[in-house]
C-alpha cells in the first residue's frame, strides 16, 4: 500500500483522478478474488494470497491517496474542508468495520477469513459504478488536456444549476 501511494502521483498525473480511483476499485476486485479464492496447495495457494493481498494494497495505496484530492478538486470552496474530512474519516471508519469484521468472524469455529476478504468485492464494484459516473477533476482536464470547456463542464456538473463556477475556473 505504502508503494502504491508513492506512485499515485505518476497513475493521477497519467490516467487522472478518476482513472486512478477506477484502476483502484479494479486492484481491489482482482486482489479480493484472488484471496477469496485462493487453493490449500502450500505453494500455489500462498502466492496466490500474496498476489491478492498485493493487489488489496495496491488498491488501498492509490485509492486512499486519490480520494481525498478528486473530492477537494470538486467541492465548493466553502465546503472543501469538511469534505475533505469525511472521505478521510469514511476510509478509515471502513477499515475499522472491515477489522471488527475480521475479528468478530475470527472468532467462529469455522474459519470464515475467506468469507472476510471475499466481502471487499461488493465496495470494490460499488467504488467501480460511481465513479463511472462521475466526472474527471476539473484540474486534471485543464492540466493534462487544456480543455478548459471539459474542465468547466466537470465543475458544473457537481453545482446546482445556474451556480456561478467561473470565480472557481
Known amino acids: 500500500a505504502g508503494l502504491a501511494a508513492l506512485s499515485a502521483r505518476r497513475t493521477n498525473a497519467d490516467l487522472g483522478r478518476k482513472g486512478t480511483i477506477l484502476l483502484a476499485s479494479v486492484a481491489f476486485f482482482v486482489g479480493a478474488l484472488f484471496v477469496c479464492t485462493c487453493g490449500n496447495n502450500a505453494n500455489l495457494g500462498f502466492a496466490q494470497l500474496l498476489f491478492g493481498r498485493i493487489c488489496i494494497g495496491i488498491g488501498c495505496g492509490l485509492s486512499t491517496t486519490t480520494f481525498p484530492i478528486y473530492v477537494a478538486e470538486l467541492a ?94
Open 76 to 169: 465548493p470552496s466553502e465546503m472543501r474542508a469538511p469534505l475533505v474530512s469525511m472521505a478521510i474519516f469514511f476510509c478509515v471508519f471502513g477499515q475499522t468495520v472491515a477489522g471488527a469484521l475480521n475479528a468478530l468472524l475470527a472468532t467462529c469455529s469455522t474459519p470464515y477469513w475467506r468469507l472476510s476478504m471475499g466481502l471487499a468485492i461488493l465496495p470494490a464494484m460499488y467504488l467501480a459504478a460511481v465513479f463511472y459516473y462521475l466526472p474527471e477533476s476539473p484540474r486534471w482536464l485543464v492540466a493534462k488536456e487544456g480543455n478548459i470547456t471539459a474542465a468547466a463542464a466537470a465543475l458544473q456538473s457537481t453545482r446546482s444549476p445556474g451556480a456561478n463556477i467561473h470565480a472557481e475556473m
